[in-house]
């Protein structure tokens, strides 16, 4: 009988996803980056990760992960086309009330504000120089695998009975200047609408990832492996990282329980590989487990491209004048009891802007 149910647990064990198994896709490549002064690859400068693709693949693309190069050619026009209509004047007699987000009729008074503050990316990433329909490789079609039951969520829920306008706390992280719109700061680290700048600065002890979206600063220590407290839950997590080889490996934990990733739980772990792969290019990695929210772990890849330009200050809260019109807002719709905004009644707050596909 012991023997049996030995056997047994074997096989339990043997067909249980591989949860603790870092399989973040690695690059091959036999490129050798310049030396930082502890010995280990450089990896300071500013870099960016702009790009047109979504960490999901598109099925207006097919479910390929590799993209012909003449799919991707037709991509990067249609899109380069919008991008030189959007880049257009802005109609100077257009009023708020005109400028819904519909700009295919041209570029007149019903058109939203123009690409001079936008910065989606005009390519498809590609990796290896090849062009990609996503970032997930696993699983096989690059889909974030939720649970039976579990809804992917992009922000957080509220208590009961709280609508998002009712205070500054039950907005969104982003309009409070708290943390990235999307998840341009990560862990996982997506491009969004735009400022997609990160520059990195490295030490002995410490790696230091500066993000252009809401001055986001995240601090890898390198001079531990071990976590904080599960009790200590900073913004972007706690992250420890080590050398291997040329990779830089980044595990992050303690996520603060306001920072929703795809409706993650409190046992959220991302474990993230930076590879320099030419003097352009830094190769990213990303495995993602999470067993109460997610069918089985998940990962891909990307890579980031080195910029000459430099990270601009982010004022977040300098002459925004749109956290006290919302609030306002809504008290006067308290006050009269004729609901205009619709996310007076949405019970979720949404990590990403408004209108945002989320990334």
Known sequence: MLRELLIAAAITVAAAPAWAADQAPR???????????????????????????????????????VLSEEKAAEIEGKNQQLLRLAAKNTDPNATVLDLPADCSGGRVTNCNYNAGWTDPGDTVMRVAGQPRNGYITIPADGRVPMRKGVAPSYGRALPKGLGPSDNPESRALGERCLLSFGNSSGPVMTPGLYNNMYQIVQTRDAVLINVEMVHDARIVRLDTRQHLPATLRPWMGDSIGWWEGETLVVETTNF????????????????????????????????????????????GEYEFTRSAEQVYEYACHEGNYGLTNILSGARMEDKTGVKTAPTNVDQRV????EGEEPN
Do not use: C, I
């Not at 091959?28 to 990896?43: E, Q």
């Not at 990760?49 to 598109?58: G, I, P």
């Not at 949404?350 to 802007?353: I, P, T």
């Open 27 to 65: 690059p091959v490549t036999t490129y050798k980056a310049p030396r930082a002064v502890d010995g280990h690859p450089s990896l300071d400068g500013v870099w960016t990760n702009v790009s047109m693709t979504n960490l999901e693949r598109d099925p207006r693309w097919g479910d390929t992960l």
């Open 350 to 353: 949404a990590v990403g802007e």
């Open 256 to 299: 603060h329980p306001e920072q929703v990733f795809r409706g993650a739980s409190a046992n959220l772990k991302v474990t993230e590989r930076f590879t320099p792969v030419s003097p352009t290019r830094l190769h990213y990695g990303f495995w993602v487990e999470d067993p109460t929210v997610f069918a089985q772990a998940w990962g």
